[in-house]
Structures are given as structure tokens and as C-alpha cells.
Nanobody, 126 residues
Framework: QVQLVESAGGLVQAGESLRLSCAASGETSSMYRMGWFRQAPGKEREFVAAITWSSGSTYYADSVKGRFTISRDIAKNTQYLQMNSLQPEDTAVYYC???????????????????WGKGTLVTVSS
């Protein structure tokens, strides 16, 4: 199992930026992908972004493409989510996740990954 700890989120104004980080520990050798999901109040959890751990290939939800950037530092077992041009609709609890690669990307985008952090709240005011 992989343990995941997100950095603190925060309150920002619309148009501002915020960077989240997520440190992995435990069975990190099993990680094939890492990613971010979010859940807004009253809504279902949704996929935000993912990164293939070895190659660095990235994938984004259409709603964040061009504004968010996912990256990773292999030596630190840490992934990042740089969020620019934040909008009120980006307000959500953001969850860090890790996946073993046993399911395809479409499946994990819909159903989530194998291991999860506790989540961190990002609030964007208008």
C-alpha cells in the first residue's frame, strides 16, 4: 500500500494560482501512475489529472487543460499540481491518488485509483 500526504490547500481569489504537492511513502515501487481528483460540494468526485510515473506522460480533464499542470519528482516520490487561473468552480477537496497500473487510464479516470490521500480543500473566491 502507498501512503499519500497532500500539502495544505487554501483560499485564493479568482485568477490566482496555487500549487499542491503530494508525498508518497510505503510501497512506492508499485506506483505506475499518480494523479489528482477533486470533489466539489454536492458533486461527485471527478478526475483532474494523472501522470505516468516512469515516463512522465500527462493526462488532463478538459475542464483544467491549459490551466493546470501535473508534474513529479521521482527522487522525492512527490507529485505536484500547479493550478493557474483558478476559478470559483475549481473549489473542491483535492485528493492525491496513486495507481498500480492494473487498469487502463479510462477506467481509473472514471473509478479512481488504488490509494488515496485524505484530501485538501481549495477554495476560490470570486
Amino acid at each position: 500500500q502507498v501512503q499519500l500526504v497532500e500539502s495544505a490547500g487554501g483560499l485564493v481569489q479568482a485568477g490566482e494560482s496555487l500549487r499542491l504537492s503530494c508525498a508518497a511513502s510505503g510501497e512506492t515501487s508499485s506506483m505506475y501512475r499518480m494523479g489528482w481528483f477533486r470533489q466539489a460540494p454536492g458533486k461527485e468526485r471527478e478526475f483532474v489529472a494523472a501522470i505516468t510515473w516512469s515516463s512522465g506522460s500527462t493526462y488532463y480533464a478538459d475542464s483544467v487543460k491549459g490551466r493546470f499542470t501535473i508534474s513529479r519528482d521521482i527522487a522525492k516520490n512527490t507529485q505536484y499540481l500547479q493550478m493557474n487561473s483558478l476559478q470559483p468552480e475549481d473549489t473542491a477537496v483535492y485528493y492525491c491518488a496513486a495507481d498500480k497500473g492494473l487498469r487502463n487510464l479510462v477506467t481509473i479516470m472514471a473509478y479512481g485509483m488504488d490509494d488515496w490521500g485524505k484530501g485538501t480543500l481549495v477554495t476560490v473566491s470570486s
